[in-house]
């Protein structure tokens, strides 16, 4: 059931059915922005004195004699809150709220040019406000649903690009493939196997690219789905890095582990969590220059999260592009060959699956110094710790 909202009670001391109306119209003159006054007997109320109704009563019983030879010079309010009929509700109300509050309760003047034309009054202020909040809604729903449809619309687009660029791309490189291994005999001269290689190579390169854009507007979109299951973390970095030890011997790049045998299994999605991985090491050994190394560490966090930490002695980011780097299609450098990294979208791509999983990605890093990122799986996502690592 909702409640009334505390916030919207203001104690103020109630008054007494036999008080007497001077100590009323005391009260009402030591507070200016005093509306009510409760009347209250025994703990009960039994009335409300409204300031308006009580002065109004006071000056048709008495104001007549009193003030039947006075000026209303004496009695006017000699800075009032004087308003430009162009101004805009959100102004005004900004300037009530620092200016001059009383004009809630008192109005206000309104003018062109500076000469009066009319007051404005509370009651049209507050309609005139709510009109304008009405509009602003209206506003951004449609401009939510604008961004809806237009993101659906990208979505769309995007997978059917892909799809319809892989196509080609798949014969390219089956194609590329047959002339580079020389499948039906010799091609004559052996430039043009190294051709083909090249072709091939450039071929699973976009191919990389179009998976990797792809993957991107299905989060964006919000239609990537986890397929969890019960995993070892331990295995899972074991059979990543069989996968990226070829491209570390091209590298020279030496690959160094250090995982905690200790580590309980884990819920996650086994795929998106070596796409993580496999992101993280191809990077690291990409910016690790000959003879440098690659590090990855599994440990549990005093919290009893999982983390992931891998370390590279390469070139290090600028800390003015540690944020840029996490943003889709942003790179911080060159890689050492001066060739195309990709579609910078590898750690983007990792941070929102982390982030699926509940996790974070965070990088530390200086530039020259090398670069360390941590990915940290929560310790709700362990599972029972009555299974084994074996039964993964």
Do not use: W
């Amino acid at each position: 059931m909702e409640r009334y909202p505390e916030s919207l009670i203001l104690p103020l001391p109630p008054i007494r059915p036999d008080d007497p109306c001077l100590d009323v119209h005391k009260r009402f003159a030591d507070d200016k922005d005093l509306l009510s006054i409760a009347v209250v007997e025994d703990g009960n109320p039994v009335g409300l004195v409204n300031r308006h109704e009580f002065l109004l009563e006071m000056s048709h019983l008495f104001g007549r004699a009193l003030y039947d030879k006075r000026p209303i010079g004496l009695l006017m309010d000699k800075t009032p809150l004087i308003v430009d009929k162009d101004e805009t509700v959100t102004a005004l109300n900004e300037r009530i709220l620092g200016e001059k509050p009383a004009a809630l309760l008192q109005g206000f003047i309104i003018v062109s040019g500076g000469r009066y034309i009319g007051v404005g009054t509370p009651l049209a202020l507050l309609k005139a406000t709510t009109a304008h909040m009405a509009r602003k809604a209206e506003a951004l729903r449609d401009a939510s649903h604008r961004a809806e449809e237009a993101n659906r619309a990208k979505s769309q687009f995007l997978a059917t690009m892909t799809h319809e660029l892989r196509t080609p791309l798949n014969a390219i490189l089956g194609f590329s493939e047959l002339i580079r291994d020389q499948h039906f005999g010799p091609v004559g001269d052996s430039r043009y196997a190294d051709y083909a290689g090249d072709i091939h190579v450039s071929g699973q390169h976009l191919l990389r690219i179009i998976h990797d854009v792809l993957d991107m507007a299905r989060i964006d979109a919000g239609k990537v789905e986890l397929q969890e299951d019960v995993l070892s973390v331990e295995r899972s970095i074991v059979e990543t890095l069989r996968l990226v030890q070829p491209l570390a011997v091209q590298a020279r790049v030496d690959l160094r582990t250090d995982i905690d045998r200790h580590l309980p299994l884990l819920r996650a999605d086994p795929v998106r969590l070596k796409q993580v991985l496999l992101n993280l090491l191809t990077n690291a050994i990409k910016f690790t220059g000959p003879g440098g190394v690659v590090s990855i560490r599994a440990y549990r966090d005093r919290d009893g999260a999982i983390s992931i930490a891998i370390a590279d002695t390469g070139v290090g980011i600028p800390a003015d592009k540690l944020d840029l780097v996490l943003e889709p299609f942003s790179q911080a450098h060159q890689d050492h060959g001066g060739s195309a990294q990709g579609s910078g979208l590898g750690l983007p791509i990792s941070k929102s699956l982390m982030e699926l999983h509940g996790g974070t990605l965070a990088i530390e890093s200086a530039e020259g110094a090398g670069t360390t990122v941590i990915v940290c799986l929560p310790a709700e996502r362990i599972a029972d710790s009555g299974l084994s690592a074996a039964a993964s």
